[in-house]
């Protein structure tokens, strides 16, 4: 038996690569002569890298200014095809991540993603030509400002200066000068994992949606509406080009800069990473799938990655069984996508607490427990 072991992260206790690993030893409990792989996998948010990594990209480390101007250290991959091409990936979180800020209104209006432009830039460096740009778990709401100020552009207010970093300073933007613009953005393809139809500025836009999560208060999203809004108008007028589009709220915005001076796809996540490292070829070969995350609930069925990656186990006639750390939807609900047995780590564990401190331990038992019931 063939068995491919391809879960996303158990936020909160295990990275994706570390749940793998866990699975599997409880697979092979019940199935000591099958072949089992692991393969993390991601929908292209926080564990995209790691997922990239894990196929084999290379990790590289790059000192960066973090959301509100502090230093960090941030990873990205690089992969080198046979015929010389290259392909970057970055994740916003690693350089601009919610992780390195106190969520509070003033940090909220300051946050930024120019250390995700230096990333940007220490692959041009590289020579990427691709450059795949997975969004989630930001900080900043500055519609990707941050970033392009880091590749050269100049945002100006109505006197000729330069404004400050940050989503509070975008409403003051009356002028780009473009001039110092890294010319190698026009050359590269950019890639960007988008699974929310958010558009940049309003109501259902990411000020307004996401930007509580960030710690801004009811000022503090009206404020960063605004910018936003002018910063398209400011975009519009510079590009010719629309960056309202459904998909551009995500991360505080960050597309919106390079749907307007890039040939820049929003694509579903899922689809994008595991186009990027060989999922399909891993399912071709698997006779079994199991996979999982920390919560499986009614977001899951949307199609994040493990329920996509069931619903691609199913298209090939492939069962496909789940172990999360809580499932909240119906066995019958999971049967729709594909699962053909289930099981939760707090069906094995003490409590809530126990199974998040003793993740591995107990995702272990409950892979061997779902599969000798299945």
Not at 123 to 145: F, N, R
Request: glycine share 12%.
């Amino acid at each position: 038996m063939r068995i491919l072991i391809a879960p996303d992260k158990f936020k909160g206790s295990l990275t994706a690569a570390e749940a793998a690993a866990a699975i599997a030893e409880g697979a092979l409990r019940v199935y000591p002569d099958a072949v089992a792989t692991q393969f993390p996998i991601a929908d292209g948010g926080e564990g995209t890298l790691e997922a990239a990594v894990a196929a084999g990209y290379e990790e590289r480390l790059h000192a960066v200014v973090g959301p509100i101007l502090a230093p960090t250290g941030a990873a990205w991959a690089l992969h080198r095809d046979p015929d010389g091409h290259i392909t970057a990936v970055i994740e916003t979180a690693q350089a601009s991540g919610l992780a390195d800020m106190e969520p509070t209104p003033e940090n909220a209006l300051r946050a930024h993603s120019y250390g995700c432009g230096q990333l940007i830039a220490a692959a041009l460096e590289a020579g990427a030509t691709e450059i795949v740009l997975g969004l989630g778990g930001s900080a900043m709401t500055d519609g990707g400002s941050g970033a392009l100020r880091a590749l050269g552009l100049k945002p100006l207010d109505a006197a000729g200066n330069v404004v400050p970093l940050g989503g509070a300073s975008l409403a003051d933007v009356s002028a780009l000068d473009v001039s110092e613009l890294d010319p190698r953005l026009a050359g590269t393809r950019f890639r960007i994992a988008v699974d929310v139809r958010n558009p940049l500025y309003g109501t259902s836009g990411a000020a307004h949606v996401f930007g509580p999560q960030k710690g801004a208060d009811q000022d503090a999203v009206e404020m960063l509406d605004a910018g936003l809004r002018n910063w398209a108008s400011v975009l519009r007028e510079a590009t010719g080009r629309d960056v309202n589009v459904p998909g551009a709220g995500a991360a505080g915005g960050f597309p919106a800069s390079f749907l307007a001076f890039t040939d820049a796809v929003l694509e579903g996540g899922f689809a994008l990473v595991a186009g990027l490292t060989g999922l399909a070829e891993q399912l071709a070969e698997a006779d079994l799938v199991i996979t999982g995350e920390g919560s499986m609930d009614s977001q899951s069925l949307t199609g994040k990655a493990p329920i996509a990656l069931a619903h691609a186990a199913r298209e090939r006639g492939i069962p496909a069984v789940v172990v999360a750390g809580r499932i909240l939807v119906t066995a019958e609900d999971l049967a729709q996508h594909g699962v053909v047995a289930a099981a939760q780590l707090l069906d094995v564990a003490e409590g809530p607490e126990d199974a998040v401190a003793n993740a591995a331990r107990h995702l272990v038992r409950a892979t061997a427990q779902v599969l000798e019931g299945a």
